[in-house]
């Protein structure tokens, strides 16, 4: 039964209670209680008893519908309840109570905090990396945390839950990606398509489509009157990409960026791991994915033999190039086969061991050949050992010819043949041996990198295990199936394409496969590759200009887009415009004089500088709207200002360190002097952890408050604090290295509105 149906039956008993008291009546020889005799009082007991069974009989019920019956189909288009099937609440939900709470699907969560954010009551939060219900029991059932998810499916579920779920409202925009006004196109989160690859996938998309129309049209619109084809406002994954292909396209273009460029993806954790998901969905964006090319040639470089392998990078820029000879291209050819050999060992394809103990008994005749190759290795082997480790080498060979293993027979025979043609007493051939298992294990390193995270500690685990003959049993079939899914992603369909006779004469077609075998990246290693790309392309973003407002023209095909930059206005005209603004919306700014400060170049260490020039070599904003990196800050000067969820969070992490739900504070050497600035009082949607470590922090003397205040002024090294009510009422002069403005911003829906965009 609810809390709310006990309260009820409660509330009603008193009611009744009271009721009879005030009505109470001894008649003669009778015993009456309150109001009513025994009889009358058994007869509510058990009336309330029954409505009691009732409900519970009820809500058991219901909760057993939930975990046995199918999915019903949706009746209403609107209502994204989503139903998880028995066997998926058992993998993901195993204990889970029968009241509404969150469920995480793992596979599909990529850790960014949309849910914890949108959780009122510190329900989940990340924990290595991936979001977990830490407290389900203070779920309150309303849906936010599910709504907010922005993959698809959903990887954050509210069960049993009989709230309808609305979603979330989003612009309307049409296959080409424009909206309701003609001209302007929508692209990216903003749009209510999340993830990184579909934005890029978009910004690339939207671009090509846009220099189709324009082509079209200036056959019969006469000469463009603007200054520019596309005017491309926001420049993260969905605006980069689009102005990288522009560029390619040599569309004219403008990039408008409020912040930095990349900037929601520089505000991701310091070293996050960042999926790029889905995995099934090519990789078709403007900017490139880091490691993909450069990963292909250097695994083909890895495949060559000496001494073609120091040629291996001039062959392949004479292959881009079309420059290749003869004599060059089979030598790629080859490196291609040995490398798809390679993923046909990792992948274990069509294993002729269905049983597990099978494969583990020819498992132990491998390592004993290898065992028995490995011997003549040691300083003090004899010719004996030699020619034993060379009959060993053939014999294994064999072996896997036998197992019906082409790709290992394959590298068995490379390594047979490199030991053969050496004099097998010479110590290189020796040498050659190691190099060619260095090699594999090289490679094989490079290979588990394209796994998930959490898939390549399994499978370094599992490989660790098998290497050293402890793997069981049970853990066989894991192994198989990890290994099947690193092949996939990477060799499926290069595999196709070898067998049809097409990739090594296609390189194209080599890149293309990579490119959506790539799971994804640290963060730092993306932002260096779309930053490098950026370059390479020659495009130029305008940073730190926002814009404001995107107006039709009366005297033309084209739109005035306004934007203010330093503090003054700027109107640019565009043919086309492509919003991609995502959807944290713009901070909202302090207004006051010296926010557009820039930190004072220390005279002190190199160390400090380079926390403070950022990396263009430009000198560092002083005032700040979001914090990224609380570790970057040490024995610093703060004000935090905010009394919502973020500056509470910004100022705890400036003095603490999180373990969980718990802080534990800074060493005085690396703590920093935080002043928290609060308007009127905390808000009220604060949540309970927050409003707790910040009152720590407090009692604690590590945060200053003042509440009722406000910044009047921000100087190169101090900040005048005043009366939030009254701004000639000087609270406090305080000495400042950084202020933290985190008060809040306006949402993109207001802006979207205003240009004409309709909603939902
Ligand atoms: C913590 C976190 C972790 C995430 N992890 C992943 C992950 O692992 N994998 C994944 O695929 N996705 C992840 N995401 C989601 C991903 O970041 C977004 O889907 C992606 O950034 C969307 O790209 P976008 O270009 O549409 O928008 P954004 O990247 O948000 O870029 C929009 C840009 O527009 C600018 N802008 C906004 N308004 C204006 C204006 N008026 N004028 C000028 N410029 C403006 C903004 O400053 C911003 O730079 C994560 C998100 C967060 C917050
Ligand atoms: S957002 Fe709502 S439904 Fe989701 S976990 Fe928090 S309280 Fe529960
Ligand atoms: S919103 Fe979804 S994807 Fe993001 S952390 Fe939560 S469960 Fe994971």
Request: glycine share 8%; aromatic share 6%; net charge negative.
């Amino acid at each position: 039964m609810k809390k709310s149906q006990i309260l009820i039956i409660v509330a009603l008993v008193i009611l009744l209670l009271a009721l009879n008291w005030m009505t109470r009546n001894d008649f003669a020889g009778k015993e009456y209680f309150g109001g009513l005799p025994w009889y009358g009082w058994a007869g509510i007991s058990l009336f309330l008893i029954v409505i009691g069974a009732a409900f519970a009989i009820r809500d058991a019920a219901r909760a057993r519908k939930l975990l046995e019956e199918p999915p019903p189909v949706h009746v209403d288009e609107a209502d994204q309840r989503i139903y998880l099937s028995k066997e998926l609440l058992e993998k993901y939900d195993p204990d889970g109570p029968n009241y509404p709470h969150p469920v995480i699907v793992a596979e599909r969560c990529i850790g960014c905090h949309a849910c914890v954010d949108a959780c009122p009551h510190d329900v989940l939060a990340i924990v290595n990396g991936i979001s977990t219900p830490i407290a389900r029991d203070q779920c309150m059932e309303d849906t936010s945390c599910q709504v907010e998810c922005p993959v698809n499916p959903k990887a954050c579920i509210v069960v049993n839950t009989t709230k309808k779920i609305m979603p979330r409202k989003v612009p309307r925009r049409d296959a080409s990606f424009m909206t309701d006004v003609p001209g302007v196109y929508i692209i990216g989160d903003v749009s209510g398509t999340p993830l990184i690859k579909n934005a890029a996938n978009e910004g690339a998309a939207v671009v090509i489509h846009i220099a189709h129309e324009l082509h079209a049209s200036n056959g019969n619109g006469g000469p463009p009157q603007a200054q520019y084809d596309v005017a491309i406002i926001g420049a993260g994954p969905a605006g980069l990409s689009g102005a990288v292909m522009a560029k390619r396209l040599g569309l004219r273009f403008i990039g408008i960026e409020q912040d930095t460029v990349m900037s929601t993806i520089v505000k991701y954790p310091k070293g996050k791991y960042v999926f790029l998901k889905p995995e099934t969905m090519e990789w078709t964006g403007g900017i490139r994915l880091p490691g993909l090319e450069e990963y292909v040639e250097e695994m083909i470089e890895e495949m060559m033999d000496e001494p073609q392998r120091a040629q291996a990078a001039a062959l392949l820029a004479a292959e881009r190039a079309g420059t290749l000879d003869d004599t060059g291209r089979q030598l790629l050819v080859n490196a291609r086969d040995r490398y798809q050999a390679y993923l046909e060992i990792e992948a274990g394809f069509e294993s002729p061991f269905p049983d597990a103990k099978k494969f583990a008994e020819w498992q132990l005749d491998v390592s004993a050949l290898n065992e028995r190759a490995a011997r003549a290795k040691a300083p003090n082997a004899t010719d004996d050992d030699r020619r034993a480790a060379l009959a060993a080498l053939l014999e294994r060979a064999r072996l896997f010819r036998d197992a019906g293993k082409p790709g290992l027979f394959t590298f068995a025979m490379w390594d047979y043949a490199r030991a053969l043609k050496l004099d097998p007493t010479n110590a290189e051939a020796l040498e050659a041996i190691e190099d060619g298992a260095r090699r594999l294990a090289r490679a094989r390193e490079k290979f588990e990198a394209l796994l998930d995270a959490e898939d390549k500690s399994a499978l370094s685990e599992l490989l660790q295990k098998e290497r050293e003959n402890t793997i069981k049993e049970t853990e066989v079939g894991q192994l198989d199936r990890l290994r099947k899914a690193a092949a996939q992603r990477y060799g499926e369909r290069m595999e196709a394409e070898v067998e049809s006779g097409k990739m090594p004469a296609e390189r194209y077609e080599a890149l293309q496969d990579a490119r959506h075998k790539v799971a994804g990246d640290q963060r730092e290693v993306l932002l260096n590759t779309w930053f490098k790309n950026m370059a390479e392309n020659g495009v130029a973003i305008n940073e730190n200009e926002s814009c404001k407002a995107v107006k039709k023209a009366t005297d033309g095909d084209y739109f005035n887009v306004e934007t203010v930059k330093a503090g003054e206005k700027v109107n640019y005209t565009a043919r086309r415009v492509i919003l991609a603004i995502g959807t944290a919306g713009t901070p909202m700014k302090l207004k006051v004089p010296g926010e557009a400060l820039k930190v004072k170049l220390p005279d002190g260490t190199e160390e400090d500088r380079q926390v403070q020039v950022t990396r263009d070599g430009k000198v560092e904003d002083k005032v700040k709207y979001k914090l990224n990196d609380p570790e970057a800050y040490k024995s610093k000067k703060i004000i935090v200002v905010g009394a919502g969820n973020s500056a509470i969070e910004g100022a705890v992490d400036l003095v603490a360190r999180r373990s969980g739900d718990q802080i534990e504070f800074r060493p005085p050497e690396e703590t920093n002097e935080v002043t928290l600035l609060v308007r009127s009082d905390l808000k009220n949607d604060l949540k309970f952890g927050n409003k707790i470590q910040i009152y720590d922090c407090i009692d604690a003397g590590k945060i200053k408050v003042y509440f009722g205040a406000a910044i009047k002024e921000i100087r190169d090294d101090e900040v005048v604090v005043v009366n939030a009510r009254n701004p000639d009422d000087v609270k406090a002069t305080i000495k400042n290295d950084y202020v933290f403005a985190m008060i809040g911003g306006d949402k993109p829906t207001k802006f979207l509105e205003a240009i004409g965009i309709k909603i939902g």
